[in-house]
């Protein structure tokens, strides 16, 4: 016994020795190695747009040192990417950026607003050009910024107009006794759809539609502009798939030239002048950002704009740079409302909705807030249900054409194992001391009564959601309800219901912001700073993220994502003000 205790007792010394020494380096790596790491941009250099990386507006911040440590200090994420391009349009050594290849998970609206800054670096005369072995639709919504688009002779083009696929689940719940129990106000609010039915409703299909014509013609004006090509014309190229292979798609004017990468690479030499047998400067457009963000000048003002990031499922407790929750976003609120030189806030929102009383936790402090200063929302690609919650008593809203947003509507959703249950042997008995003591369980009928009282709730916050509306916009309930029941809009339509008022992004929400303050010279300030705990802090080393990186190896993306979607679907809690169904546009 003796022999293993000591055996037990060397194991554990070397693993925390182990632990220690890891920990250790990245301390002295963190200390030490930060100025040897100083990014240069080299003389007549190019800016390599590749996203690979990048899903988030909003990376993050930590209290926790060990956390940036860990986390390779701030990372990099969509807004600092916008803000590094606003920064080469007057850097001497920047002469133009290259789309290379280009393969990451941004959304349409994100989409969209990259695709804005790279139309306003193009005003100052540097270029963009684009390379791609083949272009899928959104790669190519993108890509259509550029001066000159390449294409490799034997790639794919992907040109063929919008669509959405929708799963229903009511044979499968019938067959293997696994029921969703469905408590719900709004005729559109179709997150539960599925759950009811075998099709999809009139209502849904109607919803679905209108927001697929509508995020695909602001998609054609922009592609359009670029390629001056008539949104007519585009419609035709779509219809008929005039453009599937390279030929077809210089013949109707969608890329420019049909080349291997060697050829668009002389193209860029020829450009800046430099021999065909010698490379040319480049610069990742991540390291450019970090050397943005850490050498950007200060003016003189004291005075600074707070932009408040809310990204991700709206859930209850701390949140994180994936999720939204009350705690982090509420000491958010407060520390820039508190903070005299902050001067306005700006509320970034990209959320589909989620957990509706963190949702109205999170409305109070924020109508709080508009008592002191002026409180402007940006929405990104969603601003949904909870997520337009958060939104609706801003002083201004705005959004982007294609932002989904709206889905006024509130739902509950109950697993219901009975049958199942019954089918393999399991057999519930509930004993109670009063009539309504028992919790709902999944292993019994759903009770009628307890039915009844959960429609109440649902009814009551829907109400409450409404009447929200209502006084944040300025319209009556009667009005706010016509446009709610769960309904999704875009950007586009929502400006036109009162839902929205200014189509812009980020950037043009920071400049009312200072407006509404009666600023001129600001700077701004990133929210929210997350606290983590140790458990956190563990998840996040690279032996931590092994297991998801496994199983989405070993199971695909699409089914990893489907695994995910259920997983959250099991982590939900209470009433949801949540957007009705995960849209993915192809």
Request: charged share 25%; proline share 2%; hydrophobic share 40%.
């Amino acid at each position: 016994m003796k022999f293993l205790g000591n055996v037990l007792a060397t194991i554990v010394g070397l693993f925390v020795f182990l632990m220690i020494f890891f920990f250790g380096i990245l301390l002295i790596a963190a200390i030490f190695g930060g100025d040897s790491d100083e990014i240069s941009v080299k003389n007549d250099s190019v800016i390599e747009l590749k996203l690979e990386n990048i899903k988030n507006d909003y990376a993050g911040k930590y209290k926790d040192p060990w956390m940036t440590i860990l986390s390779d200090g701030e990372k990099v994420g969509l807004s600092d990417i916008i803000n590094a391009i606003e920064a080469a349009k007057t850097d001497d050594d920047i002469k133009g950026i290259s789309i290379l290849n280009d393969e990451f998970e941004l959304a349409m609206a994100q989409r969209k607003a990259l695709r804005d800054a790279l139309e306003d670096f193009k005003k100052s005369g540097k270029f963009v050009m684009s390379y791609a072995n083949s272009y899928s639709q959104k790669e190519y919504y993108l890509n259509s910024v550029a001066n000159t688009i390449y294409i490799n002779p034997v790639g794919d083009f992907d040109f063929k107009g919008l669509s959405a696929e929708l799963m229903f689940f009511k044979d499968l719940q019938e067959k293997s006794g696994v029921k969703m129990e469905v408590i719900r106000h709004g005729k559109y609010k179709s997150a539960v759809e599925p759950f009811l039915d075998n099709k999809m409703s009139d209502a849904n299909r109607e919803q679905t539609l209108s927001l697929l014509n509508s995020v695909w013609s602001s998609v054609l004006v922009d592609i359009s502009k670029s390629r001056n090509i008539s949104v007519a014309k585009l419609n035709e190229i779509a219809n008929g798939l005039l453009a599937r292979t390279p030929e077809m798609a210089k013949a109707e004017k969608l890329v420019d030239i049909i080349a291997y990468e060697d050829v668009y690479h002389d193209a860029i030499r020829k450009k800046l002048k430099v021999d065909k047998d010698e490379d040319y400067n480049k610069i990742s457009i991540v390291d450019y950002a970090q050397k943005v963000a850490t050498t950007s000048e200060s003016n003189d003002s004291q005075d600074k704009i707070a932009i408040i990031y809310a990204q991700g499922e709206i859930m209850s407790g701390e949140g994180n740079v994936n999720t939204i929750g009350e705690v982090s976003m509420n000491r958010s609120l407060i520390e820039a409302r508190k903070d005299k030189n902050v001067k306005a806030i700006v509320l970034r929102i990209d959320s589909p909705g989620g957990n509706a009383l963190t949702s109205d936790l999170i409305w109070r402090e924020i109508e709080l807030t508009k008592k002191v200063k002026p409180v402007v929302v940006s929405m990104g690609n969603y601003a949904a249900s909870g997520g337009y919650y958060i939104a609706c008593n801003a002083n201004t809203i705005f959004a982007e054409n294609n932002t989904i947003t709206g889905s006024i509507g509130v739902f509950g959703i109950l697993p219901n194992f009975t049958q199942l249950a019954t089918k393999i042997g399991i057999h519930t008995e509930q004993l109670k001391t009063n009539e309504n003591a028992a919790e709902y369980s999944p292993f019994v009928p759903i009770d009628e009564k307890f039915k009844a009282v959960t429609l109440e709730g649902v009814e009551r916050i829907y109400k409450t959601f409404v009447s929200h509306v209502a006084a944040g916009r300025k319209m009556t309930v009667a009005q706010v309800d016509s446009i709610g029941q769960g309904r999704v809009w875009s950007g586009e339509q929502a400006i036109k219901i009162g839902l929205v008022d200014k189509i812009g992004g980020l950037h043009d929400a920071i400049k009312e912001a200072a407006r509404l303050a009666k600023t001129k010279t600001y700077s701004t300030q990133n929210f929210p700073e997350f606290k983590e705990d140790i458990n956190d802090l563990l998840q996040n080393l690279p032996f931590a993220k092994s297991k998801a990186s496994f199983i989405k190896e070993e199971l695909g993306e699409e089914t990893y994502r489907l695994m995910e979607q259920i997983k959250k679907v099991q982590t939900r809690k209470g009433v949801q003000a949540m957007l009705p169904f995960e849209i993915t546009i192809h």
